[in-house]
């Protein structure tokens, strides 16, 4: 009695007092063949498998395992070849129902009499290092079956054609593609790949080089992008219905070389519906979607090409800002709120399109870093922002509104190369808010202290906090 109450079912072994002859063993083979041909034949309804069981024991217990394993092997091949004649001459629509038949028969078969040899696959398979029962006869269906001359090329051609049709809108039925590359599958993971991927993904190629070419020359970005996006939905999909597992990241690696790495700069640079136009236009949802796209691309580096893009156009709006001096000095506050406006808008794409990418943040700050210190008097400026800020641009503001005021200006400080002349000027600027008492709040004065103090330490602000 098992664990649990539960009566643990063993084959005894038989005892056979009875010496086996060649002659004998000729005659319990007659017996075991005829049971596989009825086996193959579905009608195993009438078997003693008790007594199968007792005749492949004693066969092997009598050192005729090469005979009864021989036998076997023989017996499959030749009803196999038989079935691959039948499948061979199956008209097209029913080819691959045909094959799914006599697939899953065999298969139901190669169990049955693994259980009738169970005994030879315990001793003598283990002891002469051969292939177990149910293996060696998957082995016979795949050299017999799948890759019989008249089978093998037709099979990939005919499942090859329903997922090309299927990729142009025509319905099929998937079942029975699931069921071949289950079947290569079980046959073999080297099979599968050989016989069925490795085509396939060429296949596969060849399509999507082809409808990339025509939909970028028929197509926005933003539209050729929404098309690929769904591509990549539907062959995730298909993973899922009829292709085996490992396949979704070979199958993912060309999809997306065909559809998106070999189209990157061209995608990215389009005129009118490119990166640059959708930063000009924030059309976030059509950035994001680059990023997620571009993002799949690893080499060469595709979220690179947006970065790239989009520090060149940040640069040259930066750069028009700078290059504006005559009306700079005539107003310096909006040209700092000008800078403000500019980071403001790729702070809130980057965050909004781009993730919260770091690597885009740091490309934003080198760019804003290198135009910014172009104009010379970019420190006074900034200096004169927080002048008007401090005396009325932040009165009747929240707290919460002053502080970011004051983080957005720390951040434009951070910028600059030449902090000791925005110290300067910011010590004067100081002087004659505190003397002429024009400060909204020494509060907030404090507070832009204290921030300066941590981005540049006590030395740098120690006159200022005396003052």
Not at 123 to 145: C, H, M, P, S
Request: overall charge negative; glycine content about 6%.
């Amino acid at each position: 009695m098992a664990a649990g109450g539960k009566t643990k079912f063993v084959i005894p072994p038989f005892r056979q007092s009875q010496a086996m002859d060649e002659e004998y063993a000729n005659r319990t083979w007659q017996t075991l063949h005829s049971a596989i041909h009825e086996i193959h034949r579905q009608n195993a309804s009438g078997l003693s498998f008790e007594e199968l069981y007792r005749n492949a024991y004693n066969m092997v217990l009598h050192k005729f395992g090469d005979k009864l394993y021989n036998g076997l092997v023989e017996t499959i091949t030749l009803h196999l070849r038989g079935v691959a004649q039948e499948v061979a001459v199956a008209a097209d629509g029913d080819f691959l129902p045909q094959l799914k038949e006599k697939w899953e028969k065999h298969r139901l078969s190669s169990i049955m009499i693994r259980d009738i040899l169970m005994y030879m696959d315990r001793t003598y398979v283990v002891a002469q290092k051969k292939v177990a029962v149910f293996e060696r006869g998957l082995q016979i269906f795949r050299d017999e079956v799948c890759r019989n001359d008249r089978i093998k090329g037709r099979l990939l051609a005919t499942v090859l054609d329903l997922i090309h049709r299927e990729r142009c809108s025509e319905t099929i039925e998937r079942g029975v593609i699931k069921t071949v590359t289950s079947m290569l599958v079980e046959l073999g993971q080297d099979v599968y790949q050989r016989d069925f991927e490795v085509p396939f993904l060429e296949a596969t190629a060849d399509f999507y080089r082809k409808e990339s070419h025509e939909c970028l020359a028929q197509n926005s970005a933003s539209e050729y992008m929404r098309k690929a996006e769904a591509r990549l939905g539907e062959e995730h999909e298909r993973v899922g219905h009829y292709l085996d597992k490992a396949s979704e990241g070979r199958l993912n690696e060309v999809v997306e070389r065909q559809l998106i790495a070999e189209h990157m700069r061209a995608l990215a640079e389009m005129e009118h519906s490119g990166v640059v136009p959708m930063l000009e236009d924030d059309r976030t949802a059509d950035l994001k979607r680059a990023y997620e796209l571009f993002g799949r691309v690893t080499s060469p580096d595709g979220l690179g090409v947006i970065r790239e893009l989009m520090s060149g156009h940040v640069k040259g709006r930066g750069q028009q800002l700078v290059a504006e001096e005559p009306r700079a000095a005539r107003d310096p506050v909006e040209f700092v709120k000008g800078l403000l406006a500019l980071r403001d808008k790729y702070q809130s794409i980057i965050q909004g399109a781009f993730s919260g990418d770091k690597t885009f943040f740091n490309a934003l700050n080198s760019t804003f870093e290198y135009f910014i210190n172009l104009n010379q008097r970019s420190p006074e400026y900034i200096s004169l922002f927080v002048d008007e800020q401090m005396r009325k641009g932040m009165r009747g503001t929240s707290e919460d509104e002053v502080e970011a005021m004051l983080d957005k200006v720390v951040m434009l400080f951070r910028y600059l190369q030449e902090k000791d002349v925005f110290e300067k000027y910011y010590k004067q600027h100081l002087a004659k808010r505190l003397l002429g008492g024009r400060s909204i709040s020494d509060d907030v004065e404090r507070s832009m202290i204290q921030k300066l103090k941590q981005e540049c330490g006590y030395q740098f602000t120690s006159k200022l906090e005396g003052m």
